[in-house]
């Protein structure tokens, strides 16, 4: 039940935040429940999944030397130079996989807190929001992506001010962490323009049409585009498209419900969201994460990656429409719906369900360090893998 705690803990902290929303308060709230989620993220040991794989490429990568340039892993082009940089300079100033665990936490959720007042009046339902809705994919499991996610995320602010020479370095820079982040540099020109109502229920429904149907027609396309950009990218495209882990279509779920429910809501107070300054990016950015899932429904394990940018959108639209609220009283009372949905997203997680076994127990590298032969974090990652495998295949 440990993340179930931290969900009360930050639940907590984002009601003391609706109360006490001065700028002061704010940001001794803010900095507390970010501090809680870099320890937890940056002290897990063998917790989440991938540590293994991260731990392989920290091990091979070299320390920074004459030779640096040269190495295999600083020209692999899926790896990203910028990580590989900062697994060397860990390296070279004598850290670990731990150092570089908290390191990139610390980095990606202080990016994250310092960006969300500049977007929201209530910044801590911000990271609640983070907590349940990304940081376990991203924080956990995704470092590299979660890199690039959070700058691109800090970099939203200067889209609105139209300050295109720092937004585009911050996402050239997410890119160097990982390759994906390039497909926020066209969005630059397109996620603060105002569309109708009329333009998000149609895209969003014929997509939602599409998936319902099932007619096939985004595996050609991937495809084809992967293949204009080299025979790397086509044979990664392969796998991702013949791979019984990874070519599997989104099957009807809870979540289909509520992603439609949710942007409903929002158009339903949509003249409040665009009133607000960064409103109209982040209903974009949402709405960009309904396309994604809907249209490309046939391959979950790409269009999931992607709409890992365009997600986070919610953890600023969902306190923007707390804000809607004038009374406080009110506010408290549309923060329990908003509760509810963050717990339900993560739900498998805080309930120690079989299918969270990679996450639970949650181990603390403060406390195995003294034991280093207690962690059962192989076996419980393998068994998720076998898990997952046999989810994939029913």
Same mark, same amino acid.
């Given at each position: ?37 870099? *320890?937890?993220?940056? &002290?897990?040991?063998?917790? %989440? =999944?991938?540590?293994? +794989?991260?731990?392989? @490429?920290?091990? /091979? #990568? ?22 590989? *940089?900062?697994?060397? &300079?860990?390296?070279?100033? %004598? =850290?670990?996989?731990? +150092?570089?665990?908290? @390191?990139?936490? /610390? #980095? ?287």
């Amino acid at each position: 039940m440990f993340y179930l705690i931290i969900f009360l803990v930050l639940s907590v902290l984002a009601c003391l935040q609706l109360h006490f929303s001065d700028q002061r308060s704010t940001r001794i709230i803010i900095a507390l429940a970010a501090l809680i989620m870099i *320890a937890v993220a940056g &002290l897990r040991f063998e917790t %989440g =999944g991938d540590w293994d +794989t991260y731990t392989a @490429i920290f091990n /091979a #990568v070299p320390s920074l030397s004459r030779g640096w340039l040269t190495h295999p892993l600083i020209t692999h082009r899926h790896i990203g130079v910028a990580f590989v *940089a900062l697994c060397s &300079l860990v390296k070279t100033c %004598g =850290g670990s996989i731990q +150092t570089l665990f908290f @390191i990139v936490s /610390a #980095v990606n959720i202080s990016l994250i807190a310092l960006a969300l007042p500049k977007y929201t009046r209530y910044p801590v339902l911000g990271l609640l929001a983070y907590y349940c809705l990304l940081f376990f994919s991203l924080e956990m499991i995704y470092i590299r992506q979660a890199t690039a996610v959070a700058f691109c995320f800090f970099a939203l602010q200067y889209m609105d001010s139209k300050r295109l020479v720092p937004y585009m370095l911050l996402v050239a820079l997410a890119s160097l962490f990982h390759v994906s982040a390039i497909v926020m540099v066209p969005l630059y020109w397109i996620l603060p323009r105002r569309i109708p109502t009329w333009a998000y229920v149609v895209t969003i429904g014929i997509g939602a049409m599409v998936m319902l149907i099932g007619y096939p027609w985004i595996t050609k396309v991937f495809l084809s585009v992967s293949s204009w950009l080299g025979d790397a990218y086509y044979q990664r495209a392969l796998i991702y498209t013949s791979s019984s882990r990874f070519a599997v279509e989104r099957v009807l779920s809870v979540g289909f419900v509520l992603n439609l429910l949710l942007m409903m809501v929002f158009l339903t107070v949509k003249q409040h969201v665009d009133a607000k300054r960064y409103g109209t990016i982040h209903l974009n950015m949402f709405a960009m994460s309904l396309v994604l899932y809907y249209y490309c429904y046939e391959l979950v394990e790409v269009s999931n990656r992607f709409r890992l940018f365009f997600l986070i959108g919610l953890i600023v639209l969902l306190p923007i429409y707390l804000e809607y609220f004038e009374q406080e009283l009110t506010r408290y009372v549309a923060l329990i719906p908003i509760a509810l949905y963050l717990f339900l997203f993560s739900s498998a997680i805080f309930l120690e369900k079989p299918g969270a076994i990679a996450y639970n127990p949650y181990q603390n590298y403060l406390e195995y360090r003294h034991k280093p032969g207690s962690s059962r974090g192989k076996q419980r990652l393998e068994q998720s893998h076998k898990l997952f495998e046999q989810s994939r295949k029913r």
